[in-house]
């Protein structure tokens, strides 16, 4: 029960795949112990410039002789407009005082710089000649998708709603990750608008299934044998899991996060587009609280990660938990920090154990 | 795998509760069809008065002898503001217009009758001794639930989160529905705000299941022997299943309902408040579109569900489903016309193939 195709595909002896969470939380150490427990470990490269993306690639073979991804960001286009930047500061100003960072320099992103970074992350892709590589927030062209192929390299779109789904088959990709409402992070809607592709798993799984005829990965709130179980009941082949795994021991998660993951019990999470401009799932903070009345008029995706940048990264420096992005799925109640070994095994044996 | 202390408690062969859908739906005819079929039948009697109530429990008990149960509504606190009325009814005259029905009388609730009808449907569940009672929009009384015990009642409370599945069994009652954000229908929520209360089933049960001791049926979005066996991997003792059995020849859903339900394949459900007062999702219709501006000044639940009764009325009986409430889970897509006993058998025979 399992092993599949899509764990032949992937060469991995578990049905488990580390989600892919940008910003410092996927080290090399932590994607390669992944990936050595029979797992499949991910590096999110979302915010790596090529170079970084080069460099850790080539970290993560040296300590792992198994399969492992990547994860880019598709790049959606934005303009920046001077007034809702300026806006967003207003709100921000009293923040940057408070944290002491008064006068740093905040570069705006453009789009043909973004666009020409992600040209070149798949370029790095491609003569690394990295085993998978996923991609959120919309699908690569087809002929990107067709190179990948050409090399050996797997491809995996992320999806939120049936309709992505049949768009990230159509494309010629070789796996779906379909993302529950459940989920941690960003949300990788790309069709349909957010609010409508909030769908559950258990509601989400079937239907895609149904759908289309490329292997299916279930992620969002999984954390146990008893997720894993449910996800393959459904007709997942494989679960992707971010909370679960973030409060590992080696994962590159700040302290201060992993323990307000671990604290959040009988907490719910939020929805916010606060961070980044674009929704995500996360712990409730002071950021969060404070800045929900202006979630409407906040810039887009990346402008506002832009913007709060200085910010988030002050508040980490500070071990202060209140204005980091605490990304995490529904199910935070549930997880425990242990080594990714002990994850690993746990969650297998759970799952031996439900369906003995 | 399918026979558990929740099966034997309420008696059922299979562990499957059809649920108890206000408002016409569940006809004498289907309850006792689907409990005759191993399965538990529920009668919706949120918006019944006692004297409805009684009837049709007696109705029931004629057609079958096996159990079956009622679902009563708590009343929440509520006032009629004159202002709120008044604006509310401003946007809805057009269709009164629209339906050719100006002019009929609007009789407003006010809590105290509300109140008083509730303790009634309570009396006549007692007198007819009926096997299972469930509610919904909070817990009933401890004296109420220790009546209930005495009389060898079972009770079954509905909760949207941890917090309020743990008060459901502190007050004594036997069984939690953890109604899961997949769901169609009225949300479930009595203690936290309608957005935090949207967790998904993977995240929902497997957090409930450790936190409280009693039996956990899983609601929302279930429409298989897929959906079966993944809440019962997830710790769920039991499925309860609205839409899947809304669709049913047997229902007594409205032709147009079943068929909305039916064509709806790839529109994603929304939830709205602008039928009721209270949260509540289904399929996109006329109404919850144009409506939606409005959303945040409707008058609370059940004031805005009276102003509206008669559009819904007047809408299912020219055959239009523009006006009507037309709930339904994030599994629409799934449904199927086929008889009660086509459904469970259909259900039953997926679920052992998956776990064979």
């Given amino acids: 029960m399992f092993t599949n195709e899509l764990t032949n ?14 910003g410092g939380i996927t080290t090399s150490e932590f994607v390669a112990s992944v990936s050595n427990n029979g797992a499949l470990g991910m590096i999110g490269a979302g915010y790596m410039s090529p170079i970084q993306l ?25 303009e920046v407009m001077e007034n809702e930047v300026e806006i967003a500061n207003s709100f921000l100003s009293r923040y940057l005082e408070e944290l002491n960072i008064q006068g740093e320099k905040i570069t705006l992103p453009n789009f043909e710089n973004a666009f020409q970074s992600y040209r070149e992350q798949i370029q790095v892709v491609i003569e690394e000649k990295v085993p998978i590589c996923s991609f959120t ?22 999806a939120t709603t049936v309709a992505e789904a049949i768009c990230i088959e159509k494309i010629g990709m070789d796996a779906v990750v379909v993302q ?25 799984i079937p239907q895609v299934v149904d759908f289309v005829s490329i292997p299916v990965i279930a992620a969002g709130g999984v954390m146990d044998g008893r997720g894993l179980t449910a996800a393959l009941c459904l007709g997942a082949k494989a ?11 080696e ?46 008029i906040v810039p887009t995706f990346p402008i506002q990660n832009a913007l709060t940048q200085s910010i988030r990264k002050a508040s980490a420096k500070q071990n202060n938990k209140d204005f980091m992005s605490l990304w995490s799925g529904q199910s935070a109640i549930l997880a425990r920090v242990e080594t990714v070994e002990e994850l690993v095994q746990r969650v297998m044996n759970e799952a031996r154990k439900i369906l003995r």
């Fill in 54 to 78: 080069r460099e850790q690639i080539r970290e993560v073979k040296h300590l792992t002789s198994k399969n492992f991804g990547v994860n880019l960001f598709v790049p959606n286009q934005f």
């Fill in 180 to 204: 529950g409402s459940e989920a941690g992070g960003h949300r990788g809607n790309f069709i349909r608008a957010h609010e409508e592709s909030l769908i559950g798993l258990m509601s989400l």
């Fill in 251 to 296: 994962s590159g998660a700040h302290p201060v996060y992993k323990e307000a993951i671990m604290e959040s019990a009988g907490e719910e999470t939020t929805l916010t587009r606060t961070f980044s401009g674009k929704w995500a799932r996360g712990i409730k903070n002071r950021f969060t609280k404070e800045m929900e009345e202006h979630e409407g």
């Fill in 9 to 22: 595909l992937l060469k991995i002896d578990y049905p488990i795949i580390q989600a892919p969470m940008a």
């Fill in 239 to 249: 679960i992707q899991m971010g909370t679960a795994f973030l409060t590992c021991e």
């Fill in 137 to 158: 927030f919309g699908v690569p062209t087809a002929d990107v998708v067709a190179q990948f192929k050409l090399q050996g390299i797997i491809s995996v779109g992320t």
